[in-house]
């Protein structure tokens, strides 16, 4: 089991550039989350997604955008990067009472 | 949600019983306590979760106060690799819908451990 995998590892932007994040899970799993963590701070919850074909917007939704493409993949969108989102993305799985974490992207928008 | 309090920073040698507090006063009934810690350039890892009875597992142990207004993360003997920072959560359980499963990540407790 890979369990949660993410792409890339790192990526830089200039402001106003558009990319995806990519993130799959292999463990079958029906809730997906996506955070960021800025440098010194706890996680924040920018959405998730309790099944597929459903999303929700948690506490930072602003600037994004999720696809639940299928039960494994969950992708996060910036239409228009902005240097407030620089920060490092992570997306997790959870089963039961535990969530699984992805080793993060680095994003730096300039 | 209910609000979590943990120290800044704690330090520890290696091999020797590692406490780490967490307030959580205003806990509702139907309030998990979960533990999560985060080694240095790494996501987030589960370490153990419980709601009213300590709670051990190969990792660590759990104690909760009889009150559940606070609870301590035992490490029975710190490694290098317990060095991270750890998490208290609560999540409730009852939460409808979509939320359930929700964590909410505060500043957590930097946890150093020396040879």
């Known amino acids: 089991n890979a369990g949660v995998t993410q792409t890339p590892k790192f990526q830089v932007l200039k402001t106003g550039q558009s990319m995806t994040l990519q993130c799959a899970q292999d463990?079958?799993?029906?809730?997906m989350y996506w955070y960021r963590q800025d440098p010194g701070m706890g996680l924040r919850l920018i959405y998730y997604?309790?099944?597929?074909?459903?999303?929700d917007k948690g506490e930072v939704p602003n600037g994004y955008n999720v696809s639940r493409l299928n039960k494994r993949e969950f992708s996060l969108r910036l239409e228009s990067a902005a240097p407030s989102q620089t920060s490092v993305y992570f997306c997790?799985?959870?089963?039961?009472?535990?969530?699984?974490f992805g080793p993060g992207t680095r994003l730096t928008v300039l | 949600d209910a609000k979590t309090t943990q120290p800044n920073s704690m330090e520890s040698n290696e091999e020797e019983p590692v406490h780490l507090p967490c307030n959580h006063s205003?806990?509702?009934?139907?309030?998990?306590i979960h533990w999560y810690r985060q080694l240095p350039s790494q996501g987030p890892e589960y370490v153990i979760h419980?709601?009213?009875s300590n709670v051990n597992n190969r990792m660590a142990s759990l104690a909760i106060a009889e009150d559940r207004k606070s609870s301590t993360l035992i490490l029975h003997r710190a490694t290098l690799r317990d060095a991270a920072v750890y998490y208290c959560?609560?999540?409730?359980?009852?939460?409808?819908?979509?939320?359930?499963?929700?964590?909410?990540f505060g500043q957590g407790t930097i946890l150093t451990v020396h040879p």
């Open positions: 997790a799985s959870r089963a039961r009472n535990e969530q699984f």
């Open positions: 463990m079958n799993h029906n809730s």
């Open positions: 997604s309790a099944s597929e074909g459903t999303t």
């Open positions: 205003t806990i509702s009934g139907t309030d998990y």
């Open positions: 419980g709601l009213t």
């Open positions: 959560i609560l999540r409730d359980v009852l939460a409808g819908g979509t939320s359930y499963g929700k964590l909410t």
